[in-house]
């Protein structure tokens, strides 16, 4: 129901009725990610129909893609003594988590990016171990570094971040000028197509990466005030908090503590490259969002996320042997209240899955049913994400489509629909529905709240 479900959809849906007319999206659908995804799955759509199993099944090689390279990262960490138990173990805590799961039954972007990044890794570690790194493992590694910043935006400071861990290991390994270089070749080539990418579209639509004007240009170019930034780093704080993940960020420190304790850094093994690239990506992309004056959303740190739980059946194993039970079932507990309780409700429920979520969707349909019946569809506005039709979440061949609210628009309309699932409403909006409307109707589950507001005369 979010932007990284929207986006995709919208401007496929966009190549499916009009056309691969790629510089013709408009200032809402062309919010800076490369199109290339919304071409896959127009194409699929194309070929196979338009409706969900068919996007579901279009979403399936990446997902294959991403859970394939985490098994490869797996037979590479466990010794033989405890690989079984430790892959089950880490692909129990991954299923237990509610944001990689959520984003796992999603069409978007994160999987693609997700498993195209561990592809690349994976492979980046071939070829500098191994002198059989046959020609289709250098196409694949050139391919998919290529591929990383045409999936969207977040993947480039995800590749920056790849590429400066990388650096921090080949550092500690004392490799040569001419080794860094040869490393960074697929990086910098990858960086040098997406330039090419941006020139073609400022000449076509006269931006470079989204319209200044648009909502899109407003919350992802600016830089943050420094205000911003220290409200932004408590945020992010929050989002390696929530859902929870305290449990599993605190051992992680307690790993990485160990790690660095036992001078593991200078060890020429796969475990040590891989803890500097999981380290790099955290506090790249951490900082990456502090300085950026937009929402910050827990899918943002999926790779972070999606790590931790072979990082920690590592531990346990190794070092926790006679508790490894005890200790999968609490942190199974941890993960799973985390779909339930929100110690911080205000920043911690809206922009992203957990089974809290489950009930807005029939709600909704329940509070559109009631617009419709007593004839308020075209009276009624709203913010995100209920101004998006089901035609593009759902692939619904009908819709209601409510007029959308913008920051000073609200007093025109006679009645405001609202959730406590949505971030979208500004302070101001919420202090004068307060002020000058009057809960008409409300319909509620579990945590899951929607009011439709009505002006008082």
């Avoid at 880490?90 to 498993?115: K, R």
């Avoid at 040590?272 to 300085?291: A, D, K």
């Avoid at 979440?393 to 209601?400: D, K």
Wanted: charged fraction near 15%; hydrophobic fraction near 50%; include cysteine.
């Amino acid at each position: 129901m979010w932007d990284n479900v929207v986006i995709p959809s919208a401007t496929a849906n966009f190549f499916f009725d009009k056309g691969f007319h790629i510089f013709s999206l408009g200032n809402f659908l062309d919010c800076g990610h490369p199109p290339l995804i919304s071409i896959y799955l127009a194409v699929c759509w194309k070929l196979l129909g338009r409706n969900l199993w068919v996007s579901h099944l279009a979403q399936l090689p990446f997902l294959w893609l991403l859970l394939h390279q985490l098994h490869i990262i797996s037979i590479r960490i466990f010794s033989n003594e405890i690989k079984k138990q430790a892959t089950l173990f880490s692909l129990i805590l991954l299923l237990a988590d509610t944001t990689i799961v959520s984003q796992m039954a999603q069409v978007g972007y994160e999987i693609p990016m997700i498993a195209f990044a561990l592809l690349s890794i994976n492979l980046i570690w071939k070829k500098m171990e191994h002198n059989n790194f046959k020609t289709k493992h250098f196409i694949f590694l050139w391919f998919s570094i290529l591929l990383l910043p045409f999936i969207q935006l977040r993947s480039i400071p995800l590749l920056i971040s790849v590429a400066i861990g990388l650096l921090i290991y080949q550092f500690f390994q004392k490799k040569s000028i001419v080794e860094f270089g040869k490393i960074l070749l697929p990086f910098i080539f990858s960086a040098f197509a997406f330039c090419v990418w941006l020139i073609i579209h400022y000449k076509n639509v006269g931006y470079w990466i989204s319209d200044p004007n648009s909502s899109w240009g407003a919350e992802n170019v600016g830089i943050a005030s420094f205000p911003q930034m220290i409200k932004n780093a408590g945020l992010v704080t929050i989002r390696f908090y929530d859902n929870g993940h305290f449990l599993n960020v605190l051992m992680m420190i307690v790993v990485l503590v160990y790690f660095f304790n036992h001078q593991n850094f200078k060890n020429k093994n796969y475990y040590s490259f891989l803890v500097w690239i999981w380290l790099s990506i955290t506090v790249g992309f951490s900082f990456n969002f502090i300085v950026m004056s937009k929402p910050i959303c827990h899918r943002y740190f999926l790779f972070s996320f999606i790590l931790i739980p072979i990082f920690l059946s590592h531990f346990i194993l190794t070092q926790l042997p006679k508790w490894k039970w005890v200790a999968l079932l609490f942190f199974i507990t941890i993960l799973f209240s985390g779909n339930f309780i929100f110690p911080f409700k205000k920043y911690g429920i809206g922009w992203d899955s957990n089974l809290a979520h489950m009930p807005y969707q029939e709600l909704r349909t329940e509070a559109f049913e009631y617009l419709q019946k007593n004839n308020l569809t075209q009276k009624c506005a709203t913010r995100f994400p209920f101004d998006v039709t089901d035609s593009i979440v759902g692939l619904h061949s009908t819709s209601i489509q409510l007029k959308s609210l913008t920051e000073s628009s609200l007093e025109k309309y006679d009645y405001i629909l609202q959730s406590n699932i949505s971030t979208s409403f500004t302070t101001s909006q919420l202090q004068l529905l307060n002020q000058k409307y009057k809960v008409e109707k409300i319909w509620n589950k579990g945590i899951i709240e929607i009011r439709l507001y009505k002006k008082v005369n």
